[in-house]
């Protein structure tokens, strides 16, 4: 009963051999491919093993074919994220300074899984990110969470915000409107209507938000103006930043 149960998982686990063994550089034969099976105690054979391959790409896999001396051999080509896309995410992830460096690393070996094996190493950035959070940090993505859920749903949010930027104090507790969440180089603020002004909020300033039950404040033509014209600068200056870099 154990084998036939291996057998039904023959598929799953040749695809799984060739998202992490293989790549345009590292293709598999088939009977390296029986041979890798056959340590896992599942039965395959030459006159099956083709069709399998064949079924795998009919359900979507990108699984090509190239020569290995005489023999065809067989590699995962498109996947999910390219090498260049996974590199960037790799480096958005190390450089992040809202990010422990466990939790950075946790989501590195995620995005690991995301390519070949000998491709893997290459993703372990060494990036040093001068004042990284120690371990708070990261309730900067809840908090961004509830603010995008309120510009969603068209609601107030209550937070308490501290003028002086002291994270140990609570600050004032504040009702703001919601219109925009801007990033800043690495650092999040909130466009947001507050006491009949139109504010720029810094978010690492903002403790325990909280959505709101009340609808939010409708921005008047002045406001929406001042607002497009917030949004415009921080683009502008994050263009500019980018080119100094």
């Not at 890798?36 to 083709?50: F, V």
């Given at each position: 009963?154990?084998?036939?149960?291996?057998?039904?998982?023959?598929?799953?686990?040749?695809?799984?051999?060739?998202?992490?063994?293989?790549?345009?550089?590292?293709?598999?034969?088939?009977?390296?491919?029986?041979?890798?099976?056959?340590?896992?105690?599942?039965?395959?054979?030459?006159?099956?093993?083709?069709?399998?391959?064949?079924?795998?790409?009919?359900?979507?896999?990108?699984?090509?074919t190239?020569?290995?001396?005489?023999?065809?051999?067989?590699?995962?080509?498109?996947?999910?994220?390219?090498?260049?896309?996974?590199?960037?995410?790799?480096?958005?992830?190390?450089?992040?300074?809202?990010?422990?460096?466990?939790?950075?690393?946790?989501?590195?070996?995620?995005?690991?899984?995301?390519?070949?094996?000998h491709?893997?190493?290459?993703?372990?950035?060494?990036?040093?990110?001068e004042?990284?959070?120690?371990?708070?940090?990261?309730?900067?993505?809840?908090?961004?969470?509830?603010?995008?859920?309120a510009?969603?749903?068209?609601?107030?949010?209550?937070?308490?915000?501290?003028?002086?930027?002291?994270?140990?104090?609570?600050?004032?507790?504040?009702?703001?409107?919601?219109?925009?969440?801007?990033?800043?180089?690495?650092?999040?603020?909130i466009?947001?209507?507050?006491?009949g002004?139109?504010?720029?909020?810094?978010?690492?300033?903002?403790?325990?938000?909280?959505?709101?039950?009340?609808?939010?404040?409708?921005p008047?033509?002045?406001?929406?103006?001042?607002?497009?014209?917030?949004?415009?600068?921080?683009?502008?200056?994050?263009?500019?930043?980018?080119?100094?870099?």
């Amino acid at each position: 009963m154990a084998g036939v149960s291996k057998q039904k998982q023959k598929l799953l686990v040749m695809e799984q051999l060739f998202r992490q063994r293989t790549d345009e550089a590292h293709a598999i034969t088939g009977n390296q491919l029986i041979d890798i099976l056959k340590t896992m105690d599942i039965k395959a054979e030459r006159k099956t093993i083709y069709d399998d391959i064949a079924t795998l790409c009919d359900a979507g896999l990108d699984i090509r074919t190239t020569k290995s001396g005489h023999s065809n051999a067989y590699y995962m080509a498109q996947r999910l994220f390219d090498d260049e896309e996974l590199k960037i995410l790799a480096d958005l992830t190390a450089s992040s300074r809202y990010l422990t460096i466990k939790r950075a690393n946790e989501i590195i070996r995620k995005l690991q899984s995301l390519t070949s094996e000998h491709k893997a190493a290459a993703l372990k950035r060494s990036i040093s990110v001068e004042s990284r959070t120690k371990s708070s940090g990261e309730n900067i993505f809840s908090l961004i969470d509830i603010f995008a859920e309120a510009i969603t749903a068209d609601l107030e949010v209550e937070v308490f915000y501290s003028d002086d930027g002291e994270k140990k104090k609570q600050g004032e507790k504040i009702t703001v409107s919601p219109y925009n969440i801007l990033c800043e180089g690495d650092v999040y603020y909130i466009l947001c209507g507050c006491a009949g002004e139109i504010l720029k909020l810094c978010a690492d300033r903002m403790n325990e938000p909280v959505l709101g039950k009340n609808k939010r404040h409708s921005p008047s033509e002045e406001e929406n103006r001042l607002l497009k014209m917030l949004k415009e600068f921080s683009v502008k200056s994050g263009a500019d930043e980018s080119q100094a870099v």
